[in-house]
């Protein structure tokens, strides 16, 4: 009798686990973002990475580094094997591992990315979430990212409103970004028992 096996089927949307070591600090950020949008920490690693791996800016920092090509978009970085590898580069400080669960098509990207800077996909994600944390466009582009998703599109409108009058009257040289503004609402209701999105809802009707 003739026995057939089945093969499994991937899931096409199945997550890939993937466990960087990063330094306290980086991860200590990552998990005050977490709890200020109520959103788990591997969600916000997954996101900020996502967001990293679209951007030219992260990408032209970590190209210095690469030792083969990579193409980004239109783009094409140009790898040397003459440059060190950073997989066995030492992190300054006490570290701790973070576990993200990316989707194929960010993993594959990853990958790429690991490939092209000649180190495992953990280090290149441990590098990868350091360069895009400390680029202020991502982070502010995640936060208003989250508020969008929480707030309906006509207190979306009315923030996006305030922010800009902001801007436009600010005395100071720096801008009033979507990181700013949320710090500043945590900041006002942290000892409140509401979600942060409530709390934006309450403060949006007292300042209409």
């Known amino acids: 009798m003739k026995i057939e096996e089945k093969k499994r089927k991937t899931r096409s949307d199945k997550k890939k686990d993937i466990k960087p070591?990063?330094?306290?600090?980086?991860?200590?950020?990552?998990?005050?973002?977490?709890?200020?949008t109520t959103t788990p920490v591997k969600d916000v690693?997954?996101?900020?990475?996502?967001i990293g791996l679209s951007s030219k800016q992260v990408m032209d920092l970590l190209s210095e580094y690469f030792r083969r090509d990579l193409v980004f978009g239109?783009?094409?970085y140009i790898g040397n094997l003459e440059r060190v590898s950073l997989q066995r580069q030492k992190i300054d400080g006490p570290t701790d591992r973070i576990t993200i669960r990316f989707t194929q098509q960010i993993s594959e990207k990853i990958n790429a990315l690991a490939y092209a800077l000649d180190v495992t996909p953990s280090k290149?994600?441990?590098?990868?979430?350091?360069?895009?944390?400390?680029?202020?466009?991502?982070?502010?582009?995640?936060?208003?990212?989250?508020?969008?998703?929480?707030?309906?599109p006509v207190r979306m409108?009315?923030?996006?409103?305030i922010i800009k009058f902001i801007n436009r009257n600010n005395p100071y040289e720096e801008e009033f970004s979507w990181t700013e503004f949320l710090?500043?609402?945590?900041?006002?209701?942290?000892?409140?028992?509401?979600?942060?999105?409530?709390?934006i809802n309450d403060w949006l009707?007292?300042?209409k």
């Open 157 to 161: 409108k009315e923030l996006k409103k």
């Open 74 to 76: 239109n783009t094409c």
């Open 124 to 152: 290149a994600t441990a590098l990868l979430l350091e360069v895009s944390l400390k680029n202020p466009c991502i982070v502010n582009k995640y936060l208003k990212m989250y508020l969008q998703q929480q707030l309906d």
């Open 183 to 199: 710090s500043y609402i945590f900041e006002e209701v942290k000892n409140s028992t509401k979600s942060i999105p409530d709390n």
């Open 205 to 207: 009707d007292k300042h």
């Open 45 to 50: 690693s997954e996101y900020i990475c996502s």
């Open 21 to 36: 070591t990063v330094s306290l600090n980086l991860k200590e950020t990552i998990c005050r973002i977490s709890y200020i």
